[in-house]
């Protein structure tokens, strides 16, 4: 069984900063890609940033410039710093891994539970 644990959402004025962790654990052969999607109260869930192995990094345009992605491989751990953050930021982040738990299977999506991150103004 695999388990993504989240960490370090929070309440923070704009124009702050909030560093969200992710940590992967369990039955994990390898990992193709870790990456943050976000969602908003009424709205669907987002795509917000995500590194393949290979360094093949992926962003939103609405955060590009404020939010960088990075990936420990040996921890099977992914950050998110996120600076500059705005009320539109708001929203429950999930962090997402693609992985195979046995060589001889296939890729599989993993999620996180979420963390909320509310940015007032």
């Known amino acids: 069984q695999v388990q993504l644990v989240e960490s370090g959402g929070g309440l923070v004025q704009a124009g702050g900063s909030l560093r969200l962790s992710c940590a992967a654990s369990?039955?994990?052969?390898?990992?193709?890609?870790m990456g943050w999607y976000r969602q908003a109260p009424g709205r669907q869930r987002e795509l917000v940033a995500a590194?393949?192995?290979?360094?093949?990094?992926n962003y939103a345009d609405s955060v590009k410039g404020r939010f960088t992605i990075s990936r420990d491989y040996v921890k099977n751990t992914v950050y998110l710093q996120m600076n500059s953050l705005k009320p539109e930021d708001t929203a429950v982040y999930y962090c997402?891994?693609?992985?195979?738990?046995?060589?001889?299977?296939?890729?599989?999506?993993?999620w996180g539970q979420g963390t909320q991150v509310t940015v007032s103004s």
């Open positions: 590194r393949r192995s290979g360094g093949i990094t």
């Open positions: 997402n891994a693609e992985l195979r738990e046995r060589s001889w299977n296939s890729l599989r999506q993993y």
């Open positions: 369990g039955n994990i052969f390898s990992i193709n890609a």
